[in-house]
């Protein structure tokens, strides 16, 4: 099996030893992601909703070069630096993602590369989905006992 490395030119990708996606296979994984433009400038600091629309642009460029598109993305994590802006990344994530729904986790961290970082995402992708199934199904609760 193959191993396709895709570099996206950023001068850290070689400093640290890291590729901004790994081809494995039918499988795609993309590096964390912040907001950095090609200057190492962050885009819209402090702006979670910019932030997150710009980070998954670099993350569907990643894809392409994979042979890959969002339409492939099965998981994706996302670190956010305060829950203040949880609501607005939410939002940038399901106006891109709605109708894909990748199994999805956020988390609250300290920080992040770059001032005014406040997103960072990763994203796993399989090629070759071609539709996607909604089950329709409800997870029943976790059983609760009450105390008195």
């Known amino acids: 099996m193959k191993r396709l490395n895709i570099d996206s030119g950023s001068v850290w990708e070689s400093q640290v030893g890291y590729s901004r ?4 296979g039918e499988q795609v994984f993309v590096t964390g992601t912040v907001a950095a433009d ?3 400038s962050i885009h819209a600091p402090g702006d979670g909703y910019a932030q997150t ?6 993350i569907e460029t990643a894809l392409d070069h994979a ?3 969002i339409h492939d993305i099965v998981r994706m994590r996302i670190y956010i630096t305060d829950m203040a802006c949880a609501d607005a990344v939410g939002r940038a994530h399901r106006e891109i993602l709605g109708n894909i729904r990748p199994a ?4 609250v961290v300290a920080g992040l590369w770059g001032e005014g970082s406040v997103v960072e995402i990763e994203a796993d ?3 070759g989905v071609d539709e996607v199934d909604q089950c329709g199904c409800v997870m029943p609760e976790t059983s609760r006992t009450s105390s008195s």
Not at 53 to 58: A, G, L
Not at 104 to 107: A, E, F, I, L, R
Request: proline share 0%; glycine share 8%.
């Open 21 to 24: 996606a790994v081809r494995v």
């Open 38 to 40: 090609e200057s190492g």
């Open 53 to 58: 629309q710009f980070i998954m642009r670099k």
């Open 67 to 69: 042979g890959a598109s």
């Open 104 to 107: 999805t986790t956020m988390v």
């Open 125 to 127: 992708a399989i090629l």
